[in-house]
């Protein structure tokens, strides 16, 4: 499947078959190209939590309006991401670049998130994005359908599944085989009013 492809076909899919099961390797592999993404610095903020338990399934259900896509999809995934992984991991994402580069990436995150609390969630938010975007897009190459949510209580899952105080959660990927056909595009507002050239 080509990448446009991929793009012109995934669609927000609530009805999964919950027969349809993913082997441990396909979910890895799943994961292993959301992790391709890019994240500013190269900081890689992402932790991505595949729910698998059933029984925690349902305790998310419970907890996301009762959607039944949590329970049903065959793979749950929480985008997740590290607030302060700039303090702990910057030199180890940086290791194999030569020393100059090093020496200056590592000056250039300092002063990039020191202090600004704001950015740090800000790019968990943008890193999760990004990569959940290619998690579906990798799912719907491999002919699954998903489902990004964010109708959910945060705080309440976050407990449940032991969340670090210092990471934050983005949102939540369904993904697996769909149920039934999705009706048709509800709406799509045209190019001209969300495209602007050089400015608004």
């Known amino acids: 499947m080509q990448v446009s492809e991929a793009i012109e076909s995934r669609r927000s899919v609530k009805a999964f078959d919950p027969d349809h099961r993913l082997s ?13 993404s890019p994240t500013a610095f190269n900081l890689q903020h992402w932790r991505f939590v595949v729910v698998r338990d059933p029984e ?3 305790q998310i259900r419970e907890l996301a309006w009762d959607q039944a896509q949590v329970t049903d999809a065959s793979m749950l995934v929480i985008l997740c991401g590290r607030r302060d ?33 704001e950015v740090e969630r800000d790019e968990v938010m943008r890193s999760c994005g990004i990569a959940g975007q290619t998690l579906m897009l990798a799912a719907r190459e491999m002919g699954l359908d998903s489902c990004p949510m964010d109708g ?8 449940l599944i032991n969340l670090p105080e210092d990471h934050l959660i983005s949102f939540m990927v369904a993904i ?25």
Request: hydrophobic content about 40%; proline content about 5%.
């Open 152 to 159: 959910f209580d945060f705080e309440a899952v976050g407990r």
């Open 85 to 117: 992984v700039w303090r702990h991991d910057a030199e180890r994402v940086w290791r194999d670049a030569p020393p100059d580069v090093r020496e200056m990436m590592a000056g250039a995150i300092d002063a990039y998130y020191r202090d600004r609390p």
């Open 24 to 36: 441990e390797a396909e979910q890895n592999r799943l994961i292993e190209l959301a992790m391709k």
């Open 176 to 200: 697996g085989r769909k149920a039934k056909d999705v009706w048709s595009r509800p709406g799509q507002l045209e190019r001209d009013e969300v495209m602007r050239v050089d400015g608004f």
């Open 56 to 58: 925690r399934r349902q």
